[in-house]
């Protein structure tokens, strides 16, 4: 199992930002993918969920800035942010549980400038 996170970068604050997690070595069609963060000094926290039929959940803190999507033709799930804000500052990751496993990605860089 393979996921990929990229499209982080540096973004003032208001600005919007799509990160993308490639995912392989998975049937793609059949599991929820998951996006956490973690900022310098913090815990690692979940951010949101898309479930296998598209209905995606969110932690407060984002909820009405950030949405998700996944493509299963290109095997991808989408983290839309809009209105960012500094403390949105983190690396990005995403995960897949498979039989019990978490599987995560490498991580995108995304900082928000005030």
């Known amino acids: 199992v393979q996921l990929q996170a990229s499209g982080g970068g540096l973004v003032q604050a208001g600005g919007s930002l799509t990160l993308s997690c490639a995912a392989s070595?998975?049937?793609?069609?059949?599991?929820?993918i998951e996006w956490y963060r973690q900022a310098p000094g913090k815990q690692r926290e979940l951010v949101g969920s898309?479930?296998?039929?598209?209905?995606?959940n969110f932690v407060d803190s984002v909820k009405g800035r950030f949405s998700l999507s996944r493509d299963s033709a290109r095997r991808r799930v989408y983290l839309k942010m809009n209105s960012l804000k500094p403390e949105d500052t983190a690396v990005y990751y995403c995960?897949?549980?498979?039989?019990?496993?978490?599987?995560w990605g490498q991580g995108t860089q995304v900082t928000v400038s005030s």
């Open positions: 995960n897949v549980v498979r039989q019990g496993r978490a599987f």
């Open positions: 898309i479930s296998s039929g598209g209905s995606a």
């Open positions: 070595g998975i049937n793609f069609s059949i599991h929820n």
